[in-house]
Every structure is written in structure tokens, then in C-alpha cells.
């Protein structure tokens, strides 16, 4: 039974929230707008001192734990990073400010794994994969995208449909494995440890050469279903035991991952529903316990929302910043201020034409390729999808722009159906091809034009550099430029 | 199709660039969404208290230790931390911590009876009750993906019928695999009536055919499940908004939109929360899955950040399992009893 402890709410203490001067809301900004702050005043040191680290560590820790990294995890991070930090020599290019978000971001990738981790080979055939995790985690969807993964590359898996709990759990798999071109296994009137043996004959008998095994959700905590478990995982021998993570998960992540690994021997973690804005601390602090590396991660509901896992996007993704510090060095490097901020004005009046449109397209062929630029703006990934960005694509956008004459470039309204199969033989594609161009050109400027009226330009695309303001002087002291105060009369 | 994506992708590049010339501050919409009324007492404790046991143990612990020690640096930092091993959130943690010290309690007994105070100071003063308004009464069961929506319903459907009204069920997740068999497994064990459509259909034109054979029929009550989606996605906030809008047209009324978090959710719970109150306009959160380790503390970010009460809570996957939100008895629980 409930025991109150002799508490009974007044009215006079039921008014305390509504009570004015409560404090507002904390609205994270990236860390390194916040360090910024707090290294207002060491700009140019040689050395950070442990004043400087501690202070700085403050901040971080605040971060981390609004990106739900587990407390105690939280904790022991700090002591590594303040080991490292204490007396680092700040690189001459960085403020101390930057100097610590490079340390602490470097440490996130090293928590994190550093290397993307393959799944491991089959010790005798048919590889074996097992799902596990709390319930509605993602467990069934994610076999499914492992499941389509697997296939497109070749192997032949199977599904088995071992969730004999959640209501519809085998009509779920069943849908998904059509969907995949996968055969599913299943059989409603047995317990979940036969089913899978049963499951890894068939494979044999049916040339399956991948056995994927969907469990049902439970809680780490519910001794019954744990045991369960722990007998499906013997019955399957499995090659790989993969945790399913909830990328929205808090503070519960440590205890969740711990429950697992005692009971099933975890060999990897995915986390799911990456495509939301979750910040994902989950994945620092179920790394963290396990010692299990992250394979994989969720970034949609259908069949093609599974990435492997990067450890640096996700690392700038906790932090709140892109892989911001990377690409104001890249952009330092490769940018020619003038034109970019002649460019940034267009852009807000715009006034932006393929011409400028092939000036920044070759600056930010100069900065790297694009998968790997897109990877540093927050959000970027999942704003646009499944749809990954190719190079090769690029080009042909280039060669088109290049097939136009300048007034063309200037004005695409000139382009006529003539023109248009022109542009379309002198650059070695279709017309249709000229047309997507020129329909997402507009498509892009009324982005533009979202984005000068203060809104983000793609759905949960946040951009950088609108939060780090404060520390705009000493990051990018060659670029910060006369159209701030511009744009700050146009509001 | 690749175009589009170089295209947005070239300019997302630039703009982000741009965005380092121009450093601009965007200001924080707070959406206050409070709405204070007067408190309705709340029934069935003993329950909620035993579905929380696991989070009373964990807090406990970290409590029973610091309630014994001094009033020093290292007891208000223990004190912010058992809080945000809670999922209360740094802003709650800390301005709960700060308002309890402001107090100056001389103990740690009275800074124990302190900090109840300041949490349940949180969740007083709002109504809890179910809205069963309308002819038929409608309740949408929103929120993300895999948060306990449909299995929320089956429970509640079920009290409903315990107390004489049997619900007509809208399965208007035509999205997800298998999501409609889902609840008709649940309708057909609690013997109600369910109204479905075409997988890949629209969940607005569902939902409408559902209140319109409630009316037909007599029935009392409509409960609508749909698909989960993550409330960053703008194109699934707006396919939600229009299934609220139709379920208010000629005439009907959306009683209470119910949006279930997972008591295992961190701080993006607030996201959820303010994202959805937007686009339709939560009336009441459902809180599961407490039966596991989670405490479930993202509920004192939510109330004391928009105000939305928490009605009910989720402690296991049965149809019994469903409880009204007790604030005494969570926040008991949370700091782990005495
Ligand atoms: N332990 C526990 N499990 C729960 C609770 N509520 C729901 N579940 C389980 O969580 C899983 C997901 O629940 P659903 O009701 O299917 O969730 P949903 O929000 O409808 O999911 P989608 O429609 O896929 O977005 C199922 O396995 C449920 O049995 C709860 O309070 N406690
Ligand atoms: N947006 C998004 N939704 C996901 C992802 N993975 C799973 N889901 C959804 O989460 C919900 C629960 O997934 P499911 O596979 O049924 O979880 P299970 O209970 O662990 O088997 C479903 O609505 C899925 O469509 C993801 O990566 N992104
Ligand atoms: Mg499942
Ligand atoms: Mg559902």
C-alpha cells in the first residue's frame, strides 16, 4: 500500500506553480554557444588550466544530461574528458572554447566505438540474429529492415515470428516480410524457444542462409518472460543478440541495456526512430554499460530506414551542433568570405540565380563530399530522408546549369521548350531531367525565402549557426560579417 | 528525384554557412497551454502505488541516503541528481532543487517534506477527469510511435464498458502492418464493435465513418487509435490535425485528445507534448509502461512546462492495467515513500 508521509496538498502550496517568476523553460542551445560564455574572457591562452576545464565541464554536463546521458554516465564521462582537457594546449587555430568541445566531442566518438561495427558472421550456417527490447521499441520493424538489408545484398534470410505475445504481432511480421520479399516462419500454437529452433531447420530447408528472429517486447525486470528469452537464445545459438533501443529513451537506457546483457549475452545495440529530434543520450549510456557496439540505427518507419552507425553524427548530434566545429574549419578553408556573404545576401532577397547557384556548388565541392557535409548539419539526414545524396548526381546538375547561356542562368524563365532539349543534348541528359532542375530551383528559393523569414528551411533541419550567436566573434573572426546587422533592422 | 535532393542539399550547405555570417538568435515560442481548474479528487492509490514499486526502490535508495546527511553542496547536487535520474529534466530538476533550498529548510527531514511539496505542487490544481462530452463522446489517442496507444485504448475501452458504455472503436492507423488486426484482436476479445479501413487509407475518412455509425447506432462513446508518428514530421502532424477536424464536423465534438508518452521517454517528451497540444490540442496525457524501471519524471517536466495534466497511467500490458494518475501517490512513489 501507498504510504503518504503525512503530506497533504493546501491550497496555498497548490498555488506555487502558478506563482509568476517561475523559471522559464531551459531552450538548449549547442554546446558551443554555451562555452562560448564561459570562455568569454581566456580568448588566446596557451594551455587550459583546470579552472578553465571545470567551469567548461559544467556546461557539458548540462548538455549531456538534457540529451538524457544516463547521470552516472554523465559522470564518469566527465572524469575522462577532464583528464584529457586539464593542460591540453588549445590548437592554434581554436578559441578554449572550441578546444573543449573538440575534446569532448572526440570522447563521444571514442564512448561511442570509433569504428562503424559489422554484423558478425555466421559460426556455422544459417547466420543467426535475435531481436530483443523493451516493448514498442522497434524490435519487429527493425528485423524486417535487417531482414530487406540482408536480401538486397544478396543473402537469403528468413523472419521468425517468435512475438506469440502482443496481440497481431504475427500478421505485423507477416505484412512486413511480403512487403521485404522475405519468408516468414511462424506458428501461433507453440512456445517461442521451439518455434525458433524449429525456425533454424526450416532455414536449412529452405536455402535460407540468415535466420532473423523477432521476440516480443518485455520489460528487463519481468523475471518470467527474461527466462523466456534466455531459453529462445539457446535454443538459437545465435551469432548476434541485438538490443533494440528506443532513441527517446532517458535515464532508463542504463538499466534496460544492463537487464539484457545479463540475460542474453548482447552482442550489439540499434537504436530506433532516429528520425525524430530526439537527441539520443541513450546511445552514450547503453554504449557505456554494455560495452556493446551500436551496428545500426533507425531513421524511419519503412523498410529502408536502416543506416549503419556513425559515431561522429552521433556524437554531434547529442551535442546539439552538427558537426559544427568541422565545418567552420572546412568552411574557413575552402569559403572565399566574399562571395559567400554576397551570396547569403542574395539568398535573403531571393535574388539567388544558377550562376551563384554554381559559385556555392563548387565551394562545397572544395569542402568534401556531401554525404559527409550533410552529416554535419543537425538534422540534415533525416530532414531529407532516405534519399541519400550522390556526387555523381551532382554533376549532372552542374552539367546542366553549365549547358544554359549566362542570360539563362540568370533569368530561367527564358527556358522554353527548345531551349530546354538544348540544354538537355548539350549536357547529356533528359529533358525531364532540365525540368526536375529547374521546378526544385523554385522549390529552393521559396526555402530561401523561408529561411530569411527566420524559419528553418527544412523540416527539423536546424541550422547551426542560429544558436550559437554568442559565439560568433571568436569561432569565425574572418567571416562574422556586416549582414547581421542588416538582417537584424529587416526584423 | 536525386536533383531534388542536390539541389536542397547544395543550398542546405550554403545556408548553413550563411547561417555562421548571419547569427541570428531565434527567439523560444513558449506555447502556454495552462490551464488551471479546480482539483477532482483522484481514486484507485493502492494500485498506482504497487504498478510504481520499481521506482519507489531506485529512488528510494538514492534518497534514504541523502536524507540522512547534512544540508551541504553535496546534498543539493545529490538531491538535483535523483531528480534527474527521474527524467525530470535539468530545467525542472534545477529550479525544483533551487525553490526547496530557497526555503531554508534546517534538515533534511524538512528539506524532504519540502521538495514533496514543491512536486506536488506541480500537479495540483488540475482537472483529471475524462471529458465524455459529445453525442457521441470522441477520444483520440495520439503520440509517437510504439508509446502503448493501441493497447491504452483496449484498456480503456474496457473500463468504459465496465461502467456501462461500450465503446465503438476507430482503427484509424491504416499506416503501420498489422496495426488494424491489432486492435481487432482487442475488440474482438472485449466484444466491441470496430470500424476500419483500407491499409494505406485515410485515417481522417476512417474516423469519420466511425462517428457516423456511432451516431446511427446509438453508441455513446467513439475511442479513435492512431498510427504513431514523431512529431517532427510535419506531413503526419498535419494527416492528424485533419482527423481531428473531421471528427468536429457537423456538429460532433472531440471530447478529449489523449497523448500516451512512454514513461521511458526522456526529455524529448516535451517536444512530443508541445508538438502535438499544436496540431490538435492535447487535452490529457497517458503515461505507460511505469511497470518497468522507468519513473516516468518526464510527467513533472510536461505539467510544470504546458500544464497539460497527465490523466491516466499504463502499468502493464493487461486490460486492468490502466489507472487513474494519482499525484500523491506518483510523487510518493518518485521520492520513494517513508
Ligand atoms: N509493460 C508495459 N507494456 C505496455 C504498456 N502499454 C503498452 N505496452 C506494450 O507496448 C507495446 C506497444 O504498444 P502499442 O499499444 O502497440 O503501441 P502503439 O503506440 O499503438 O504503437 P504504434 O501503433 O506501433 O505506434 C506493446 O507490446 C504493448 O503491449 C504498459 O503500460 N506497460
Ligand atoms: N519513425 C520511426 N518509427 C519506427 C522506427 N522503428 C520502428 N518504428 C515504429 O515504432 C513502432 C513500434 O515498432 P515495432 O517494430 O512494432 O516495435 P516492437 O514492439 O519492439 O516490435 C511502430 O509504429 C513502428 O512503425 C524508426 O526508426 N523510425
Ligand atoms: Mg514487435
Ligand atoms: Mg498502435
Same mark, same amino acid.
Given at each position: 500500500?501507498?504510504?503518504?508521509?503525512?503530506?497533504?496538498?493546501?491550497?496555498?502550496?497548490?498555488?506555487?506553480? &502558478?506563482?509568476?517568476?517561475?523559471?522559464?523553460?531551459?531552450?538548449?542551445?549547442?554546446?558551443?554557444?554555451?562555452?562560448?560564455?564561459?570562455?568569454?574572457?581566456?580568448?588566446?591562452?596557451?594551455?587550459?588550466?583546470?579552472?578553465?576545464?571545470?567551469?567548461?565541464?559544467?556546461?557539458?554536463?548540462?548538455?549531456?544530461?538534457?540529451?538524457?546521458?544516463?547521470?552516472?554516465?554523465?559522470?564518469?564521462?566527465?572524469?575522462?574528458?577532464?583528464?584529457?582537457?586539464?593542460?591540453?594546449?588549445?590548437?592554434?587555430?581554436?578559441?578554449?572554447?572550441?578546444?573543449?568541445?573538440?575534446?569532448?566531442?572526440?570522447?563521444?566518438?571514442?564512448?561511442?566505438?570509433?569504428?562503424?561495427?559489422?554484423?558478425?558472421?555466421?559460426?556455422?550456417?544459417?547466420?543467426?540474429?535475435?531481436?530483443?527490447?523493451?516493448?514498442?521499441?522497434?524490435?519487429?520493424?527493425?528485423?524486417?529492415?535487417?531482414?530487406?538489408?540482408?536480401?538486397?545484398?544478396?543473402?537469403?534470410?528468413?523472419?521468425?515470428?517468435?512475438?506469440?505475445?502482443?496481440?497481431?504481432?504475427?500478421?505485423?511480421?507477416?505484412?512486413?516480410?511480403?512487403?521485404?520479399?522475405?519468408?516468414?516462419?511462424?506458428?501461433?500454437? $507453440?512456445?517461442?524457444?521451439?518455434?525458433?529452433?524449429?525456425?533454424?531447420?526450416?532455414a536449412g530447408e529452405l536455402g535460407c542462409d540468415v535466420v532473423i528472429v523477432d521476440t516480443a517486447g518485455r520489460l528487463q525486470i519481468d523475471e518470467v518472460l527474461m527466462a523466456e528469452l534466455a531459453a529462445v537464445r539457446r535454443?538459437?545459438?545465435?551469432?548476434?543478440?541485438?538490443?533494440?533501443?528506443?532513441?527517446?529513451?532517458?535515464?532508463?537506457?542504463?538499466?534496460?541495456? !544492463?537487464?539484457?546483457?545479463?540475460?542474453?549475452?548482447?552482442?550489439?545495440?540499434?537504436?530506433?526512430?532516429?528520425?525524430?529530434?530526439?537527441?539520443?543520450?541513450?546511445?552514450?549510456?547503453?554504449?557505456?554499460?554494455?560495452?556493446?557496439?551500436?551496428?545500426?540505427?533507425?531513421?524511419?518507419?519503412?523498410?529502408?530506414?536502416?543506416?549503419?552507425?556513425?559515431?561522429?553524427?552521433?556524437?554531434?548530434?547529442?551535442?546539439? +551542433?552538427?558537426?559544427?566545429?568541422?565545418?567552420?574549419?572546412?568552411?574557413?578553408?575552402?569559403?572565399?568570405?566574399?562571395?559567400?556573404?554576397?551570396?547569403?545576401?542574395?539568398?535573403?532577397?531571393?535574388?539567388?540565380?544558377?550562376?551563384?547557384?554554381?559559385?556555392?556548388?563548387?565551394?562545397?565541392?572544395?569542402?568534401?563530399?556531401?554525404?559527409?557535409?550533410?552529416? +554535419?548539419?543537425?538534422? &540534415?539526414?533525416?530532414?531529407?530522408?532516405?534519399?541519400?545524396?550522390?556526387?555523381?548526381?551532382?554533376?549532372? &546538375?552542374?552539367?546542366?546549369?553549365?549547358?544554359?547561356?549566362?542570360?539563362?542562368?540568370?533569368?530561367?524563365?527564358?527556358?522554353?521548350?527548345?531551349?530546354?532539349?538544348?540544354?538537355?543534348?548539350?549536357?547529356? $541528359?533528359?529533358?525531364?531531367?532540365?525540368?526536375?532542375?529547374? !521546378?526544385?530551383?523554385?522549390?529552393?528559393?521559396?526555402?530561401?525565402?523561408?529561411?530569411?523569414?527566420?524559419?528553418?528551411?527544412?523540416?527539423?533541419?536546424?541550422?547551426?549557426?542560429?544558436?550559437?550567436?554568442?559565439?560568433?566573434?571568436?569561432?569565425?573572426?574572418?567571416? &562574422?560579417?556586416?549582414?547581421?546587422?542588416?538582417?537584424?533592422?529587416?526584423? | 528525384?536525386?536533383?531534388?535532393?542536390?539541389?536542397?542539399?547544395?543550398?542546405?550547405?550554403?545556408?548553413? *554557412?550563411?547561417?555562421?555570417?548571419?547569427?541570428?538568435?531565434?527567439?523560444?515560442?513558449?506555447?502556454?497551454?495552462?490551464?488551471?481548474?479546480?482539483?477532482?479528487?483522484?481514486?484507485?492509490?493502492?494500485?498506482?502505488? %504497487?504498478?510504481?514499486?520499481?521506482?519507489?526502490?531506485?529512488?528510494?535508495?538514492?534518497?534514504?541516503?541523502? @536524507?540522512?546527511?547534512?544540508?551541504?553542496?553535496? @546534498?543539493?547536487?545529490?538531491?538535483?541528481?535523483?531528480?534527474?535520474?527521474?527524467?525530470?529534466?535539468?530545467?525542472?530538476?534545477?529550479?525544483?532543487?533551487?525553490?526547496?533550498?530557497?526555503?531554508?529548510?534546517?534538515?533534511?527531514?524538512?528539506?524532504?517534506?519540502?521538495?514533496?511539496?514543491?512536486?506536488?505542487?506541480? @500537479?495540483?490544481?488540475?482537472?483529471?477527469?475524462?471529458?465524455?462530452?459529445?453525442?457521441?463522446?470522441?477520444?483520440?489517442?495520439?503520440?509517437?510511435?510504439? %508509446?502503448?496507444?493501441?493497447?491504452?485504448?483496449?484498456?480503456?475501452?474496457?473500463?468504459?464498458?465496465?461502467?456501462?458504455?461500450?465503446?465503438?472503436?476507430?482503427?484509424?492507423?491504416?499506416?503501420?502492418?498489422?496495426?488494424?488486426?491489432?486492435?481487432? *484482436?482487442?475488440?474482438?476479445?472485449?466484444?466491441?464493435?470496430?470500424?476500419?479501413?483500407?491499409?494505406?487509407?485515410?485515417?481522417?475518412?476512417?474516423? @469519420?465513418?466511425?462517428?457516423?455509425?456511432?451516431?446511427?447506432?446509438?453508441?455513446?462513446?467513439? *475511442?479513435?487509435?492512431?498510427?504513431?508518428?514523431?512529431? %517532427?514530421?510535419?506531413?503526419?502532424?498535419?494527416?492528424?490535425?485533419?482527423?481531428?477536424?473531421?471528427?468536429?464536423?457537423?456538429?460532433?465534438?472531440?471530447?478529449?485528445?489523449?497523448?500516451?508518452?512512454?514513461?521511458?521517454?526522456?526529455?524529448?517528451?516535451?517536444?512530443?507534448?508541445?508538438?502535438?497540444?499544436?496540431a490538435v490540442g492535447v487535452t490529457g496525457i497517458v503515461l505507460t509502461k511505469l511497470d518497468g524501471t522507468a519513473r516516468g519524471g518526464i510527467a513533472v517536466a510536461v505539467e510544470r512546462e504546458l500544464g497539460i495534466p497527465v490523466?491516466?497511467?499504463?502499468?502493464?500490458?493487461?486490460?486492468?492495467?490502466?489507472?487513474?494518475?494519482?499525484?500523491?501517490?506518483?510523487?510518493?512513489?518518485?521520492?520513494?515513500? %517513508?
Amino acid at each position: 500500500m501507498r504510504s503518504r508521509g503525512g503530506y497533504s496538498p493546501s491550497r496555498a502550496e497548490r498555488g506555487l506553480i &502558478a506563482a509568476p517568476g517561475y523559471p522559464a523553460p531551459v531552450v538548449f542551445e549547442s554546446l558551443t554557444s554555451r562555452l562560448g560564455a564561459v570562455f568569454e574572457r581566456l580568448r588566446g591562452r596557451g594551455r587550459l588550466s583546470e579552472a578553465d576545464v571545470e567551469a567548461a565541464l559544467r556546461e557539458v554536463r548540462l548538455a549531456l544530461l538534457e540529451a538524457d546521458v544516463n547521470v552516472g554516465v554523465t559522470r564518469s564521462f566527465l572524469e575522462r574528458v577532464r583528464a584529457r582537457a586539464v593542460g591540453a594546449e588549445v590548437a592554434g587555430s581554436l578559441t578554449p572554447g572550441q578546444q573543449v568541445v573538440k575534446i569532448v566531442h572526440d570522447e563521444l566518438v571514442t564512448t561511442l566505438g570509433r569504428e562503424t561495427a559489422p554484423l558478425a558472421p555466421a559460426r556455422v550456417l544459417p547466420q543467426r540474429i535475435l531481436m530483443v527490447g523493451l516493448q514498442g521499441s522497434g524490435k519487429t520493424t527493425t528485423a524486417a529492415k535487417l531482414a530487406w538489408r540482408l536480401k538486397s545484398a544478396g543473402k537469403h534470410p528468413l523472419l521468425v515470428a517468435a512475438d506469440l505475445q502482443r496481440p497481431a504481432a504475427v500478421d505485423q511480421l507477416e505484412a512486413l516480410g511480403a512487403r521485404a520479399g522475405v519468408p516468414v516462419h511462424a506458428d501461433r500454437a $507453440t512456445t517461442p524457444p521451439r518455434l525458433a529452433k524449429a525456425a533454424v531447420k526450416r532455414a536449412g530447408e529452405l536455402g535460407c542462409d540468415v535466420v532473423i528472429v523477432d521476440t516480443a517486447g518485455r520489460l528487463q525486470i519481468d523475471e518470467v518472460l527474461m527466462a523466456e528469452l534466455a531459453a529462445v537464445r539457446r535454443a538459437v545459438e545465435p551469432d548476434e543478440v541485438l538490443l533494440v533501443v528506443d532513441a527517446m529513451t532517458g535515464q532508463d537506457a542504463v538499466n534496460v541495456a !544492463r537487464g539484457f546483457l545479463e540475460r542474453t549475452d548482447l552482442t550489439g545495440l540499434i537504436f530506433s526512430k532516429l528520425d525524430g529530434d530526439a537527441r539520443g543520450g541513450a546511445a552514450i549510456s547503453a554504449r557505456e554499460v554494455t560495452g556493446r557496439p551500436i551496428k545500426f540505427v533507425g531513421v524511419g518507419e519503412g523498410l529502408d530506414g536502416l543506416e549503419v552507425f556513425h559515431p561522429e553524427r552521433m556524437a554531434s548530434r547529442l551535442l546539439g +551542433m552538427g558537426d559544427v566545429l568541422t565545418l567552420i574549419e572546412k568552411a574557413e578553408a575552402a569559403w572565399d568570405r566574399e562571395q559567400a556573404e554576397a551570396a547569403a545576401e542574395k539568398m535573403l532577397r531571393a535574388a539567388f540565380t544558377f550562376e551563384d547557384f554554381l559559385d556555392q556548388l563548387q565551394q562545397v565541392r572544395r569542402m568534401g563530399s556531401l554525404g559527409q557535409l550533410l552529416g +554535419m548539419l543537425p538534422g &540534415a539526414a533525416s530532414a531529407l530522408g532516405t534519399a541519400e545524396p550522390s556526387d555523381e548526381a551532382l554533376s549532372r &546538375a552542374e552539367a546542366i546549369i553549365r549547358s544554359m547561356t549566362p542570360s539563362e542562368r540568370r533569368a530561367p524563365k527564358l527556358i522554353d521548350g527548345s531551349r530546354r532539349r538544348r540544354i538537355a543534348a548539350g549536357s547529356g $541528359t533528359s529533358p525531364q531531367q532540365v525540368n526536375e532542375l529547374l !521546378r526544385q530551383f523554385g522549390e529552393s528559393q521559396r526555402m530561401m525565402k523561408a529561411f530569411a523569414e527566420g524559419r528553418s528551411p527544412l523540416p527539423g533541419l536546424a541550422l547551426p549557426g542560429r544558436r550559437a550567436q554568442k559565439m560568433t566573434p571568436k569561432v569565425t573572426p574572418r567571416v &562574422a560579417s556586416k549582414a547581421a546587422p542588416k538582417v537584424k533592422k529587416k526584423r | 528525384m536525386l536533383l531534388v535532393v542536390l539541389i536542397v542539399v547544395a543550398v542546405a550547405v550554403a545556408l548553413a *554557412v550563411a547561417a555562421f555570417l548571419l547569427w541570428r538568435r531565434r527567439r523560444p515560442r513558449v506555447t502556454d497551454v495552462r490551464r488551471d481548474a479546480p482539483t477532482v479528487p483522484a481514486a484507485a492509490a493502492g494500485g498506482l502505488a %504497487s504498478g510504481l514499486a520499481p521506482t519507489r526502490r531506485a529512488l528510494g535508495e538514492r534518497l534514504a541516503g541523502l @536524507f540522512g546527511g547534512r544540508l551541504d553542496a553535496a @546534498f543539493w547536487t545529490g538531491l538535483e541528481e535523483a531528480l534527474l535520474a527521474a527524467d525530470v529534466g535539468v530545467a525542472a530538476a534545477v529550479g525544483i532543487v533551487e525553490r526547496v533550498r530557497a526555503a531554508g529548510p534546517p534538515d533534511a527531514a524538512a528539506a524532504r517534506a519540502a521538495l514533496r511539496r514543491e512536486l506536488a505542487g506541480v @500537479f495540483a490544481g488540475r482537472d483529471r477527469s475524462l471529458a465524455l462530452r459529445g453525442e457521441p463522446a470522441v477520444i483520440v489517442v495520439v503520440g509517437v510511435n510504439g %508509446s502503448g496507444k493501441t493497447t491504452t485504448i483496449a484498456k480503456l475501452a474496457a473500463q468504459l464498458q465496465q461502467r456501462g458504455l461500450p465503446a465503438l472503436l476507430a482503427a484509424a492507423d491504416t499506416f503501420r502492418a498489422a496495426a488494424t488486426e491489432q486492435l481487432g *484482436v482487442w475488440a474482438g476479445r472485449l466484444g466491441l464493435e470496430m470500424v476500419a479501413g483500407q491499409q494505406g487509407g485515410d485515417p481522417a475518412a476512417v474516423a @469519420f465513418d466511425a462517428l457516423q455509425r456511432a451516431r446511427a447506432r446509438g453508441k455513446e462513446v467513439v *475511442v479513435v487509435d492512431t498510427a504513431g508518428r514523431l512529431h %517532427s514530421k510535419r506531413n503526419l502532424m498535419e494527416e492528424l490535425g485533419k482527423v481531428v477536424r473531421v471528427l468536429g464536423r457537423d456538429g460532433g465534438e472531440v471530447g478529449e485528445v489523449l497523448l500516451v508518452l512512454d514513461g521511458t521517454t526522456g526529455q524529448n517528451g516535451i517536444a512530443q507534448a508541445r508538438a502535438f497540444t499544436a496540431a490538435v490540442g492535447v487535452t490529457g496525457i497517458v503515461l505507460t509502461k511505469l511497470d518497468g524501471t522507468a519513473r516516468g519524471g518526464i510527467a513533472v517536466a510536461v505539467e510544470r512546462e504546458l500544464g497539460i495534466p497527465v490523466k491516466l497511467v499504463g502499468v502493464g500490458e493487461r486490460v486492468e492495467d490502466l489507472l487513474p494518475f494519482d499525484p500523491e501517490a506518483f510523487v510518493d512513489a518518485l521520492l520513494g515513500g %517513508s
